[in-house]
């Protein structure tokens, strides 16, 4: 799945590439590790490039692009690109773990990662930061779209940047069933039909950012999503409650 966020980031880099140098913030890379979701699936490690670009237009976070529609002090509405990676070859399922949910790993579909454009509205002040976003997707994968809302609180701790956070996240009823329930496909070979519909899922964070000298910075996050039961009782998936995630990246930070 690397080489598909690497993709994903030769899509960003362009627009970044249209603007001066000196936007360039940081450059680095980063390991992500998280549970599998789905039934049998192993645990996905990924490496992540970290590239950190701004411009007075232009921007690239990581996995991110998109453009400044509008910024103030205090508040800034963007136009965002970004990927899902919630996607699963069929190979990847485990046999043994589908037989036991009735399902034959040999009738699915592979589950595509996608393409997101959307908006995103940030209020920053003394409270902490506000994000809400709305993305859809654009690759043609699910065509759902996804509804979030973050808050977070950053404070400063022995010179790191530590920031709890609160996430709540809706998923439309074509994002969900594309990736939670059954396809049309498979259900005319014979799969038990499930459709979970759109879906809660809420989650909570914590970040740290950590400089190394002058021109190194540590960042590292872990995070939690919990599962609604319209997810956990798909035959696609573990059946887990939660899903846990860890990043750790190191960049080096330009003048």
């Known amino acids: 799945m690397t080489h598909r966020r690497l993709v994903l980031l030769a899509v960003a880099l362009p627009l970044a590439a249209q603007a001066d140098e000196s936007g360039f913030r940081s450059v680095g890379l980063g390991l992500s590790v998280s549970q599998g979701i789905y039934a049998g699936e192993d645990r996905s490690v990924s ?4 590239l950190h670009y701004e411009s007075e237009r232009l921007f690239v976070r990581g996995l991110t692009g998109g453009m400044h529609l509008y910024q103030n002090e205090g508040f800034g509405l963007d136009a965002i690109v970004a990927g899902r990676f919630d996607g699963i070859d069929a190979d990847d399922f485990g046999r043994d773990e589908l037989l036991e949910n009735g399902i034959d790993r040999d009738l699915l579909e592979d589950r595509d990662n996608g393409l997101d454009l959307g908006l995103r509205a940030t209020w920053r002040g003394a409270a902490g930061e506000l994000q809400a976003s709305a993305r859809g997707d654009i690759s043609g994968a699910s065509d759902g779209y996804e ?9 400063s701790v022995a010179g790191a940047e530590v920031t709890p956070s609160l996430t709540m996240s809706y998923l439309s009823d074509k994002l969900a069933n594309y990736y939670y329930g ?3 496909e498979e259900e005319a070979r014979g799969v038990s039909r499930y459709r979970p519909g759109s879906a809660f899922v809420p989650g909570v964070a914590l970040s740290v950012a950590k400089p190394l000298g002058e021109r190194w910075l540590l960042n590292a996050e872990a995070s939690y999503q919990s599962l609604p039961d319209r997810i956990t009782d798909s035959p696609l998936t573990e059946g ?3 899903v846990f995630g860890v990043k750790v990246g190191l960049s080096w930070v330009f003048d």
């Open 47 to 50: 490496l992540l490039p970290l």
């Open 182 to 184: 059954t396809l049309s």
């Open 240 to 242: 887990d409650s939660g």
């Open 147 to 155: 509804l979030s809302l973050e808050y977070g609180y950053p404070f």
